[in-house]
């Protein structure tokens, strides 16, 4: 996977089906508890809704441990299986999706539940503001005192991320790499450190 799709804020969307209100909203959510925590947001933030569906892929696209969905009342099967259906054919990844319903007095139907709440996410998604995300490996490189100033400065102006540094013996710096650049970037902090630099990563 090059890199997936996720949402640069919280989006809001609203559609309305045979005088029922469903109110989409969409966030960026980083693993299962930012993804419920979310949800829990909506349910304050709207307590007078009928019910609040949701599905949330919250890691990368095919980490189906990060997968989960929720009918919150509607009929098994007809809200949030379809909601995570959309999710899990669209290239996003790390997104929460809360469709609020206030219901309007005529009955959907099942067929009609289903459509519903998969037209809500898909037209959210179709309109969604996104940024393409790169999925990242943590490494660990070691190295003298005396390179940091010039490792630092070549950091900061590369697409790795500094998570950590602890001052040791050596100087070790924990980062987090995009593995379809590593590659290249390894072999230029290699020359940067004229071989001086010990990197322990998982994908040696």
């Not at 660990?140 to 540094?165: F, M, Q, R």
Request: with cysteine.
């Amino acid at each position: 996977m090059d890199y997936y799709l996720s949402p640069t804020h919280e989006q809001r969307f609203d559609l309305e089906i045979k005088n029922s209100q469903f109110i989409t909203t969409i966030k960026r959510t980083k693993g299962r508890e930012e993804a419920k925590h979310f949800i829990n947001v909506l349910r304050e933030r709207y307590p007078d809704a009928n019910h609040h569906c949701w599905a949330f892929v919250a890691g990368l696209p095919n980490n189906a441990h990060l997968w989960d969905q929720s009918d919150d009342g509607e009929p098994k099967g007809t809200a949030g299986k379809p909601m995570l259906n959309v999710l899990q054919h669209s290239d996003f990844g790390e997104i929460t999706v809360v469709v609020t319903r206030y219901f309007g007095g005529i009955k959907l139907g099942a067929g009609g539940l289903v459509r519903a709440y998969s037209q809500a996410v898909q037209e959210a998604l179709t309109q969604l503001e996104h940024e393409q995300v790169y999925p990242r490996v943590n490494i660990t490189i070691k190295i003298a005192y005396p390179l940091l100033g010039k490792v630092e400065y070549w950091l900061e102006n590369s697409d790795i991320e500094i998570s950590d540094k602890q001052y040791n013996e050596h100087i070790e710096i924990s980062l987090a790499v995009i593995e379809r650049t590593w590659s290249e970037n390894r072999a230029t902090l290699v020359d940067l450190c004229q071989g001086s630099i010990d990197i322990v990563t998982p994908m040696d």
